[in-house]
Structure formats: structure tokens, C-alpha cells
């Protein structure tokens, strides 16, 4: 069964880091575009950011929110997807998910059940 | 950006009714709208894509249409798992964009 499991969540003060991790099985990792989609507590979904695969030059693309404090990247070989946080500010806060991209379409089939992430002082 | 707005934003209905649920996009997008079923405290799940092209598994009362730059999701009979939040997504450009959600409750 195709599975993807997020980690690395928890609480960081305003200005900090974090990294987040998603572990991907049973499915070639290496063929597909990934992406990060967050959400607020309480709130509606949000793209965050999208890598594509080894054939697609592992082009990486990101929301406006996020461009220059976030980076994806992703590292085939152990079949995982990263997002490593900068600069995180209070409206950073959210359960953040790592979703596969079926046929690089941008049409998100598998998702992980999310990592918490908590900005506070 | 594409703004996705979706309507209502919630609703409640009857096991057997039928439901529609809109989504507007504030240009042109083809064909390039999903939708997703939320339920409290998991991960959204894939319904629909292509605008009308059901995802292996899903149940065969969901449907999708289109006209012009309206899509609809329909629940032709209403089930009592079918109460959540459902998302429209547009796939047509950088930066995706979701609509605002729809919550469905079971009278």
C-alpha cells in the first residue's frame, strides 16, 4: 500500500528552524513530484511547495508565503521528501502535509496524516 | 494567482439527498480542478480530478462536472460518511490555489 509518514514537527520560537521529513514506500519514489501542503488550525489548505522528479531537473516552485525562508528538496535514493523551515514566523503555525503529485499534474493522490508545526514565543 | 471560491460554504441535508457543491475560478483554468473529502483530523483525500474523472475507490455517487469556469461536485445520494469538508483545487498554474471549503454535515 502506498504510504507517505511526515515527521519533525514540534514548537519553535518566532526567527527559529525546523526540518521536516516524509518517508515514502511502496511506490517508485523516484517518478513522481512531491509536494508540502499546510493548514492553519481551523483553516483551509494551503500549497506551500512542489519538487519535480530526476527527469524534470528536480525544478523546485513555491508559494509567495514561503519563497526565501523555505526549501524542498527530496533525496531519491532514501525515497524522502524534506522541508527545511527558516526565518519561521507565528503564521507558519499549522499541520503540515507531504502529498505525492500523480502524473506531475499537480493532482495530489497520496497524503501523509501531517506534522504539527507550532511558532510561538 | 487563480482565486477558487467555493459555495456555499457549508450545508447540512438529509441521508438520500442530493448535494452540489460550486467552485468558481477567477479565470480560465481548462479542465484542471480537483476536489478532496477532509475529515476532522485527517488528511484530505482525492475524489475527483481532471474535473470529472473519479479516483479509483472512490464511491460512484460522487461525480464532477464543468461549464466554462464553474465546476460542480455532486453526491448524487447523500451517505452518512459522507460528512466532512470537501476542497476544489485548481492544477492549471504556479501557485496552486484551493478553494475556501465546504463543510457537509447529515441532518
Known amino acids: 500500500e502506498v504510504q507517505v509518514v511526515e515527521s519533525g514537527g514540534g514548537l519553535v520560537q518566532p526567527g527559529g528552524s525546523l526540518r521536516l521529513s516524509c518517508a515514502a514506500s511502496e511506490f517508485t519514489f523516484s517518478d513522481h513530484y512531491m509536494v508540502w501542503v499546510r493548514q492553519a488550525p481551523g483553516k483551509g489548505l494551503e500549497w506551500v511547495a512542489r519538487?519535480?522528479?530526476?527527469?524534470?531537473?528536480?525544478?523546485?516552485e513555491y508559494a509567495a508565503s514561503v519563497k526565501g525562508r523555505f526549501t524542498i528538496s527530496r533525496d531519491d535514493s532514501r525515497k524522502s521528501l524534506y522541508l527545511q523551515m527558516n526565518d519561521l514566523k507565528t503564521e507558519d503555525t499549522a499541520i503540515y502535509f507531504c502529498a505525492r503529485d500523480l502524473y506531475g499534474r499537480a493532482i495530489f493522490d497520496y497524503w501523509g496524516q501531517g506534522t504539527l508545526v507550532t511558532v510561538s514565543s | 494567482d487563480i482565486q477558487m471560491t467555493q459555495s456555499p460554504s457549508s450545508l447540512s441535508a438529509f441521508v438520500g439527498d442530493r448535494v452540489t457543491i460550486t467552485c468558481r475560478a477567477s479565470q480560465s483554468i481548462s479542465s484542471d480542478l480537483n476536489w478532496y473529502q477532509q475529515k476532522p483530523g485527517k488528511a484530505p483525500k482525492l475524489l475527483i480530478y481532471a474535473a470529472s474523472t473519479l479516483q479509483s475507490g472512490v464511491a460512484s455517487r460522487f461525480s464532477g462536472s464543468r461549464s466554462g469556469t464553474d465546476f460542480t461536485l455532486t453526491i448524487s445520494s447523500l451517505q452518512p460518511e459522507d460528512f466532512g469538508t470537501y476542497y476544489c483545487?485548481?492544477?492549471?498554474?504556479?501557485?496552486?490555489?484551493f478553494g475556501g471549503g465546504t463543510k457537509v454535515e447529515i441532518k
Open positions: 519538487t519535480r522528479n530526476k527527469a524534470n531537473s528536480y525544478i523546485t
Open positions: 483545487q485548481q492544477s492549471y498554474s504556479i501557485p496552486l490555489t
